[in-house]
């Protein structure tokens, strides 16, 4: 069964932190996609990255960035320099095709940037 | 573009009562999610519908219902409502099959069973 843990329940910085948010995923699947989510307090999801398991070359987004290590399972999402918008849940999560299959999400992270 | 539109925003249940929410998809796609989300965890997936047939289901039990309409539009049923059943429901739309990049989501409809 597939299973992703979110270790980090609530992080809480001051702006212009950097702060990385972890991500331990499970599978048997050796094809499988992950993606990171970020819910503000309007409730809906909006996506924010997808990785397919044979490609881990990192990724950068201006203050975001993605670290994913096949070796470890891992998925970690970092925000440089935070900003007091970057406040929301995130969510990392799961799925066996990259189409509309679907989505085994973590428990997901708080995360606040103070002012 | 309209995204994904969900109705109600809020609502509120007793116990034992049925209630039906409602998911317009975003304009082109044609794949309907349903995803139930309690309070301070991830979402879990419900169902998905596409043309008009239930294509997966989570490990939800029969007293939730879906159904989607020639017009990719969707409604969840759920039946029998417990106090656990309180959570934000999330609808999500997409295109099947597809390299895209996951789903475009709702705002959610909260629903408080009392």
């Known amino acids: 069964a597939q299973k992703v843990t979110q270790a980090q329940t609530e992080i809480s910085v001051v702006e212009k932190e950097d702060v990385t948010l972890d991500c331990v995923y499970e599978?048997?699947?050796?094809?499988?996609?992950l993606f990171w989510y970020k819910q503000p307090p309007s409730g809906e999801l909006v996506f924010l990255i997808r990785?397919?398991?044979?490609?881990?070359q990192n990724e950068i987004s201006g203050r975001y960035s993605w670290n994913f290590q096949k070796s470890t399972s891992s998925f970690n999402f970092t925000i440089t320099a935070s900003q007091v918008v970057d406040s929301a849940v995130y969510f990392c999560?799961?799925?066996?095709?990259?189409?509309?299959?679907?989505?085994?999400f973590g428990q997901g992270t708080r995360l606040t940037i103070n002012p | 573009d309209a995204g994904v539109t969900q109705s109600p925003t809020h609502l509120i249940k007793t116990r034992g009562q049925q209630v039906t929410l409602r998911c317009s998809p975003k304009s082109g796609h044609d794949t309907v999610s349903w995803y139930q989300q309690a309070l301070g965890q991830g979402p879990q997936f419900i169902f998905q519908?596409?043309?008009?047939?239930?294509?997966q289901r989570g490990n939800f039990p029969d007293r939730f219902s879906g159904h989607q309409f020639p017009n990719y539009s969707s409604e969840l049923t759920v039946h029998a409502l417990s106090l656990g059943d309180s959570a934000l429901y999330l609808c999500?739309?997409?295109?099947?099959?597809?390299?895209?990049?996951?789903?475009?989501f709702g705002s959610g409809t909260r629903l408080t069973v009392v």
């Open positions: 599978t048997r699947d050796t094809t499988y996609y």
């Open positions: 999500a739309s997409s295109l099947p099959y597809r390299e895209t990049y996951g789903y475009t």
């Open positions: 519908y596409y043309e008009e047939e239930e294509r």
């Open positions: 999560a799961l799925s066996e095709s990259p189409g509309a299959q679907k989505l085994v």
């Open positions: 990785r397919n398991s044979f490609d881990e």
